[in-house]
T-cell receptor, first 113, second 117 residues
Framework: GENVEQHPSTLSVQEGDSAVIKCTYS??????FPWYKQELGKRPQLIID?????GEKKDQRIAVTLNKTAKHFSLHITETQPEDSAVYFC????????????FGKGTTLSVSS | GAVVSQHPSWVICKSGTSVKIECRSL??????MFWYRQFPKQSLMLMAT?????????EQGVEKDKFLINHASLTLSTLTVTSAHPEDSSFYIC?????????????FGPGTRLLVL
């Protein structure tokens, strides 16, 4: 089955700096890669996703890149703000009926002002 | 749109009792729902996939007789933790997909925090 590795496990940056979180996946059939932000005690919130027919996607300060050949994808947050502090999870799935998301172990991002 | 609710939001029970958690899709039909478990400071671990009208598919290592899943309608899936023990204490989160309109996106419920004494 699919296995998703995520690095780093913790990341501390200064406000205004950029943050990058990287993930690799094992199943070449995976073609959907979302990123979730989870605050303590809350449900995961989808922040951005990318499909395998696209190499990069951007939404304001957030961008995701995908290298399907190397089976890795990354989350980029620019101009970080204290409210970006949370746990971020990458995930992978096969875009077919009934396929679950397999999550990475998460990255705790701390943005200090 | 695409709202998923869970009930209860938290529950405390005695060891040996059973606890039922409900997951509802409020504004779409969820032919497939997923149940995850999350221990403190850990990731979401998939427990089972629940398909409406059929038996759930459990992940390796998840006891199907202990974690009973029922997906009797297109808007409701239930997870029953039978004979709960302290090691079952965790954050249980469901998610749902609307295969009629939104293929890949999973919408998560708010989670249920279970504490077994």
């Amino acid at each position: 089955g699919e296995n998703v590795e995520q690095h780093p496990s913790t990341l501390s940056v200064q406000e205004g700096d950029s943050a990058v979180i990287k993930c690799t996946y094992s199943d070449s059939a995976s073609n959907y890669f979302p990123w979730y932000k989870q605050e303590l005690g809350k449900r995961p919130q989808l922040i951005i996703d990318i499909r395998s027919n696209v190499g990069e996607k951007k939404d304001q300060r957030i961008a995701v890149t995908l290298n399907k050949t190397a089976k890795h994808f990354s989350l980029h947050i620019t101009e970080t703000q204290p409210e970006d502090s949370a746990v971020y999870f990458c995930a992978a799935s096969i875009s077919q009926a009934g396929t679950a998301l397999i999550f990475g172990k998460g990255t705790t991002l701390s943005v200090s002002s | 749109g695409a709202v998923v609710s869970q009930h209860p939001s938290w529950v405390i029970c005695k060891s040996g009792t059973s606890v039922k958690i409900e997951c509802r899709s409020l504004d779409f039909q969820a032919t497939t729902m997923f149940w995850y478990r999350q221990f403190p400071k850990q990731s979401l671990m998939l427990m089972a996939t629940s398909n409406e009208g059929s038996k759930a598919t459990y992940e390796q290592g998840v006891e199907k007789d202990k974690f009973l899943i029922n997906h009797a309608s297109l808007t409701l899936s239930t997870l029953t933790v039978t004979s709960a023990h302290p090691e079952d204490s965790s954050f249980y989160i469901c998610s749902a997909r609307d295969l009629l309109r939104r293929t890949e996106t999973q919408y998560f419920g708010p989670g249920t925090r279970l504490l077994v004494l």
